[in-house]
């Protein structure tokens, strides 16, 4: 089974940061989209922020202004930049990658990680 990999999460005090990264595997080529979920403890799974080929961006409003989510040019992947933490952004971060092709031409779809747990309390 293809997974991203996250990394990054972590107990942190309201007001702090957070880098979040994801990672695909190896031998994934390209990439054509990347967006971060969470899931907070009892809730759905929302949208955080997404990057699209073009470098474009979108943000759920909670987290306008808060959080940037870039692409990592030297392995792949993408980065979720949290800033002003709040406890209300407690909960597990996933990395989704809507289709992605492989060095050798296969086509992944819908493409989750395992989680990174983030917890804002202090």
């Known amino acids: 089974q293809v997974q991203l990999a996250e990394s990054g999460g972590g107990l942190v005090q309201p007001g702090g940061s957070l880098t979040l990264r994801c990672k695909p595997p190896?031998?994934?080529?390209?990439?054509?989209?990347m967006g971060w979920y969470r899931q907070a403890p009892g809730k759905s799974r929302e949208l955080v922020a997404e990057?699209?080929?073009?470098?474009?961006?979108q943000y759920a409003d909670s987290v306008k202004g808060r959080f940037t989510i870039s692409g990592d040019d030297a392995e792949g992947g993408a980065f979720l930049q949290m800033n002003s933490l709040r406890p209300e952004d407690t909960g597990v971060y996933y990395c989704?990658?809507?289709?992605?092709?492989?060095?050798?031409?296969?086509?992944?779809?819908?493409?989750w990680g395992p989680g990174t747990p983030v917890t804002v309390s202090g």
């Open positions: 190896q031998h994934i080529f390209s990439i054509y989209s």
């Open positions: 989704h990658v809507p289709q992605a092709l492989s060095d050798s031409g296969q086509r992944y779809l819908d493409l």
């Open positions: 990057i699209e080929g073009d470098g474009s961006t």
